[in-house]
């Protein structure tokens, strides 16, 4: 059975830094696409980052590129989010999530598209 586990979120100031990371067990991921999405109160689950664990193909939503980062560990079946230049806006909590990839180009970016999720964790940007 896929787990899923989050961990590092935490309370930061504006401007600052925090690397969420997902512990993944229960399969073999390299055929796996990782997700990382976030929601905050009141609003929809929206998409942060994706990677292919196998290649290492990445893709970001619009509000997020060029300051968090995706990444993943193949030796510890671990996806990372790093977070910088964090802002109010990005408080929520993070979610990281799986599915089989089946090859070619397309990017999940959609949470209706991913099999299995991690219980979340509270990210909060203080200004």
């Known amino acids: 059975q896929v787990q899923l586990v989050e961990s590092g979120g935490g309370l930061v100031q504006a401007g600052g830094s925090l690397r969420l990371s997902c512990a993944a067990s229960?399969?073999?991921?390299?055929?796996?696409?990782m997700g990382w999405f976030r929601q905050a109160p009141g609003k929809e689950r929206e998409f942060v980052a994706t990677i292919r664990w196998s290649g290492g193909s990445t893709y970001y939503a619009d509000s997020v590129k060029g300051r968090f980062t995706i990444s993943r560990d193949n030796a510890k079946n671990t996806v990372y989010l790093q977070m910088n230049s964090l802002k109010p806006e990005d408080t929520a909590v993070y979610y990281c999530?799986?599915?089989?990839?089946?090859?070619?180009?397309?990017?999940?970016?959609?949470?209706?598209?991913?099999?299995?999720w991690g219980q979340g964790t509270q990210v909060t940007v203080s200004s």
């Open positions: 999530a799986a599915r089989p990839y089946y090859g070619g180009s397309y990017h999940y970016i959609s949470s209706y598209e991913y099999e299995y």
């Open positions: 229960g399969r073999t991921f390299s055929s796996y696409a």
